[in-house]
């Protein structure tokens, strides 16, 4: 699994597309593919809305996250950044924001590769 992160608007899709080696590939944007929906290589981009809508449905992103990759271990997670600045005062934006920053620590444990995107230039850090 390949994680990128950055900020909004730092070209992370374009990094990735541009630099797959594969023929193959699907992006899937603010979700994960079900059972049987991709063939190849999925990319998921805007993964922390993905967070936010499981949440908000009152699913258990963690586990579902676990059990996607445990199924497809060959992919790439696109996120954005969104734990810096001014801390929400409303009580679900917080948790969103320290919850996504958990699973994203998890990720990244778990990740072969992971970079952060910048004006379009990736770095590798992991």
Known sequence: MR????GYGQGKLEFVL???DVSEYGVWDG????DGKW????VVNHFHRWVRGRLMDGGCP???IRAFLDRCEDCVIICDEI?????PGDGF???YRERTGRILIELAARAERVERVICGIGQRIK
């Open 3 to 6: 994680l990128v992160i950055g």
């Open 18 to 20: 541009g630099g797959l």
């Open 31 to 34: 979700e994960l593919p079900g």
């Open 39 to 42: 063939s190849g290589f999925p």
């Open 62 to 64: 963690e586990a579902e």
């Open 83 to 87: 734990g810096s600045g001014i801390v």
């Open 93 to 95: 934006e917080r948790e």
